[in-house]
């Protein structure tokens, strides 16, 4: 695996051979799944891009985001499931008018590293935790096909931290 940094705001970029047996789940929430979606779309550019072969991508769908630490924990201890190197976590959390989003947000964000630190796989943050929807669109971006993502997809900058890591 190689590591190159490039572009203006030094981008990372992890290039890994294609015949690597690297896999890596990726854990979303459906829950404002109209942004979780375009952070997925990310995740997958960044890992395509580094040479993770499509077929070595699962994707899961929880719930919500206080879903996913539990479906992070049962991916890394189920012996029936494949071994993944990495996992990469999203979701969306908006800020309403109740103290429900620091408790969501502050609880998701303590059980993902936990599960990290827990199973020594590295478990990339991409959960978004937004005051309005039009800040979570500016955060989940979609990449374009060809190039270097200009604006930022908090999928893609999971991804290449779950790469970093590896």
Request: charged share 20%; with cysteine; hydrophobic share 40%.
């Amino acid at each position: 695996m190689s590591i190159k940094y490039i572009g203006k705001n030094n981008t990372l970029k992890v290039n890994i051979d294609q015949t690597t047996d690297i896999r890596i789940a990726i854990v979303a929430s459906n829950w404002n799944s109209n942004i979780t979606d375009n952070l997925i779309e990310g995740a997958k550019f960044s890992l395509k891009s580094s040479g993770v072969p499509k077929k070595n991508i699962d994707i899961f769908r929880v719930p919500g985001a206080f879903e996913l630490p539990l479906a992070c924990q049962k991916l890394t201890t189920r012996s029936k499931i494949s071994r993944y190197e990495g996992i990469i976590a999203l979701g969306c959390v908006v800020r309403g008018e109740t103290p429900h989003f620091d408790y969501v947000c502050q609880e998701t964000t303590r059980g993902l590293g936990e599960v990290a630190l827990k199973t020594n796989i590295p478990v990339g943050f991409g959960l978004l935790t937004v005051d309005n929807l039009a800040q979570a669109r500016h955060r989940a971006c979609l990449p374009e096909e060809s190039v270097a993502l200009v604006q930022s997809n908090k999928g893609q900058e999971a991804a290449d931290a779950v790469l970093a890591m590896i």
